[in-house]
């Protein structure tokens, strides 16, 4: 079975640091994010709990690389990302269909 994909990008309260990344299971990662799973990671440093955008594929291949293509781009491109689709940086986990 050919499993898809998702990228993502997770914010602060402030919107001040961005997080983008890549998964199988959205709504697992963001709330592993959410709840600070991994102690030491670079996103519970930060306090990235914050889901402001995120996008489907049909493969995980096709999430990394979108994914890589996000992460080679500048704040400003990601922030343009961001508030085409999300203006008022809405924590969206709630929006995340459910099983995804």
Known sequence: ???????Y????????????GVTS?????VYEHKTNLYPG???SRYKLHKLVYFEGFDSI???????KQIKGGSRQKKIKLIEGVNPEWKD??????IGE
């Open 1 to 7: 079975m050919v499993r898809g994909g998702y990228i």
């Open 9 to 20: 990008i997770i914010t602060n309260l402030r919107n001040t640091v961005l997080y983008t």
């Open 25 to 29: 299971e959205l709504r697992n990662r």
């Open 41 to 43: 990671s670079f996103t």
């Open 61 to 67: 291949e096709e999430a990394i690389t979108r994914e």
């Open 92 to 97: 969206l986990y709630d929006s995340i269909p």
